[in-house]
């Protein structure tokens, strides 16, 4: 599954923008040291750091487990600050004392960044090696800069991601494709059974639902699998990417089981799903475009024998 970390990659200008939020933070706090990091699931990248100092240790890189994070506290839902500004002294904290006190940190002051749709990003944090008390003006100020770095956050998301259903978009996979061909990986070229008629009887809002169920199952279906990746190419056609080598037995079963879980609806839908499978090797030797002409001509191949079912790409059929 590609993370939000990596997803930063491919963010023009982040490191320029990261400084500067953090230049003027630091016009604001100027005895703290601050970062900006990135949350995703339960881990916690320190992204960018002010002045790395040998009193506190907090390095740019540096990997933390949420749950051992002071940051796993911060209310994202409501948006709201989270102060200590006496760590030690907080009862809610105490099973992160012994760490606290090897990093050396006595006061905290952490702001949740957010996407526009409420989805987390991470924090802006200001810590000490001495207790501190934050002022309220200065936290409204910090406050205003994290909102306007979000803006720029949100606009560098959807440039990469399908507006109705937020999987990556097809310029994503592009990218991503670019990116990652270390190894050989996989693609599945997904198309649902019966969407037009959806469509047609049931009107466009009934599909755009469907669509986004089905976006929300193959998310559900990729964070199952920490190599898989799922894009939304436009209309009902779907890609789930795998960055792995792997046998023909194990995409096998991958795939019945992307099938069951598009098979079911609650509604009066006659909706399954067709998958068209491909492989890529290493070092560049098919392109993208190569790629999903294969897993097309594979999915095809998969609607021909009656749908509801999958179908493997091999070389002769090129020939």
Same mark, same amino acid.
């Given at each position: ?11 023009? @200008? ?36 002010? @002045?790395?100092?040998? #009193? *506190? ?39 992160? &004392?012994?760490?606290?006190? %090897?990093?050396? *940190?006595?006061?905290?002051?952490? *702001? ?15 810590? @000490? ?13 910090? =406050?205003? *800069? ?13 440039? /990469? ?18 990116? !990652? ?14 969407? %037009? ?43 789930? !990417? ?14 019945? =089981? ?14 399954? #799903? ?18 999903? %002409? ?15 079912? /999958? &179908? ?8």
């Amino acid at each position: 599954m590609v993370t939000m970390f990596q997803e930063l990659e491919t963010y023009k @200008n982040f490191d320029e923008l990261a400084s500067d939020v953090l230049d003027l933070a630091k016009e604001i706090l100027p005895d703290q040291l601050i970062y900006i990091s990135s949350i995703s699931g339960t881990q916690q990248l320190i992204l960018k750091i002010s @002045n790395e100092t040998k #009193t *506190i240790v907090a390095t740019e890189g540096m990997m933390l487990s949420l749950n051992d994070s002071l940051c796993r506290d911060v209310d994202f839902e409501k948006k709201q600050p989270l102060i200590y500004e006496r760590v030690m002294e907080e009862s809610s904290l105490h099973d992160l &004392k012994n760490g606290l006190e %090897k990093a050396n *940190i006595k006061s905290y002051l952490g *702001i949740p960044i957010s996407f526009v749709n409420g989805d987390r990003f991470g924090t802006l944090c200001a810590v @000490n090696d001495e207790e501190n008390h934050f002022d309220n003006k200065s936290i409204k100020l910090l =406050q205003r *800069i994290v909102r306007m770095f979000s803006y720029y956050l949100d606009l560098e998301r959807i440039a /990469y991601r399908d507006s109705l259903t937020n999987l990556y978009n097809r310029h994503y996979l592009s990218k991503f494709f670019e990116d !990652h061909q270390e190894t050989e990986g996989w693609i599945f070229f997904l198309d649902l059974d019966g969407f %037009k008629k959806v469509n047609d009887v049931h009107g466009h809002d009934a599909g755009d639902m469907v669509l986004e169920e089905v976006a929300l199952r193959l998310q559900n279906f990729v964070s199952e699998h920490p190599d898989a990746l799922a894009f939304r190419l436009g209309g009902d056609e779907f890609v789930i !990417h795998f960055s792995r080598v792997s046998c023909i037995e194990e995409m096998s079963q991958l795939a019945e =089981q992307v099938l069951g879980s598009l098979t079911t609806w609650e509604a009066n839908y006659q909706l399954s #799903t067709s998958i068209g499978i491909a492989m890529y090797p290493n070092n560049h030797t098919v392109n993208l475009k190569t790629l999903l %002409k294969n897993a097309d001509y594979a999915l095809n191949q998969a609607k021909a024998s009656g749908k509801n079912t /999958y &179908k493997f790409f091999e070389l002769q059929d090129a020939t």
